[in-house]
């Protein structure tokens, strides 16, 4: 009968996880005999996984041979046809490929006749924190009246993360603002800006550079990062009363003279 390693009924194979390391040293997992989960990676020079495929008719005396087909075999992964070995030869991106099925067998190695069933599994790729969020959308253009409330709606800015977002929190974004305060403010869930001072002045100050970053792994320490210009501009509004340049006129009726003077208004496009 074959044997299994992980399950209760029979397995043509029997799958076994020697070592699983990578550049960032954190260990798979195994789920069941034939389905394992390796992390990804983009580090060169890394042991990526070491996998096992043994039959109960290998007496160690090299008379079985191993041979593996199915999705990135002979491309991503090997197989040792003496030991049953498996070896990932590349690096593996989660982002790439999540997941590879591939198929193993044991054969005579005199007649090549088989010697068991072919056996399935499914190599599952864990998501490590290599990317970092990125604003596609950006940089940003956005015009707010001036004189408007504090927490007055400016735009909001969107990051998106290529990271798995049911795996930890490689993919959980926060926004926070580098550069534009104490003028404006950014919710770090959303990344809506919002104006955070009163009586904004259009005419002391028009035009405002904002930074705002979006950090990955909920904004924690080791998160990556990205960043995203905003320029903002304050629209005028009516807040300015016409003005004589000059509190008093002289007339001269007797010499025909017209009354001169004229009225100077700061807003623009309020005759």
Same mark, same amino acid.
């Given at each position: 009968m074959l044997r299994s390693g992980w399950a209760r009924e029979p397995r043509p194979l029997s799958l076994h996880v020697r070592s699983l390391c990578s550049a960032t040293g954190e260990a798979a997992t195994v789920k069941g005999s034939h389905k394992t989960q390796l992390n990804s990676s983009r580090q060169q020079n890394c042991?990526?996984?070491?996998?096992?495929?043994? &039959?109960?008719?290998?007496?160690?005396?090299? !008379?079985?041979?191993?041979?593996? &087909?199915? *999705?990135? %075999?002979?491309?991503?992964? /090997?197989?040792?046809?003496?030991?049953?070995?498996?070896? $990932?030869?590349q690096r593996l991106d989660r982002e790439e490929r $999540?997941?590879?099925?591939?198929? $193993?067998?044991?054969?005579?190695?005199?007649?090549?006749?088989?010697? #068991?069933? *072919? &056996? #399935? =599994?499914i190599i599952k790729i864990?998501?490590?924190?290599?990317? *970092?969020?990125? =604003?596609?959308?950006?940089?940003?253009v956005a015009t707010v009246p001036e004189m408007s409330p504090v927490g007055t709606s400016v735009i @909001?800015?969107?990051a998106t993360d290529a990271d798995d977002p049911t795996y930890g929190n490689s993919a959980r974004v926060m926004y926070s603002i580098l550069q534009g305060q104490p003028y404006f403010s950014v919710d770090s869930k959303t990344g809506v800006i919002r104006t955070a001072l009163m009586n904004m002045d259009r005419e002391a100050k028009e035009y405002y550079e904002v930074i705002i970053q979006a950090k990955d792994m909920?904004? @924690?320490?080791?998160?990556? %990062?990205? +960043? +995203? /210009?905003?320029?903002?501009?304050? &629209?005028?509004?009516?807040?300015?009363?016409?003005?004589?340049? @000059? !509190?008093e006129y002289l007339t001269s009726e007797s010499i025909g003279l017209k009354p001169e003077g004229c009225s100077c208004d700061k807003d623009t496009n309020f005759p």
């Open positions: 042991c990526l996984c070491d996998l096992a495929l043994h &039959s109960d008719m290998d007496r160690g005396d090299g !008379s079985i041979k191993y041979i593996l &087909s199915g *999705e990135g %075999a002979g491309v991503v992964f /090997t197989i040792d046809d003496t030991t049953g070995d498996i070896h $990932a030869i $999540a997941q590879y099925t591939l198929r $193993a067998q044991a054969l005579d190695r005199r007649t090549g006749r088989p010697m #068991e069933p *072919e &056996s #399935e =599994f864990q998501d490590i924190n290599d990317n *970092e969020p990125k =604003f596609l959308d950006g940089p940003y @909001q800015v969107t909920g904004g @924690q320490l080791g998160g990556l %990062a990205g +960043t +995203t /210009t905003v320029n903002i501009t304050l &629209s005028d509004v009516n807040d300015n009363p016409p003005r004589f340049p @000059q !509190s």
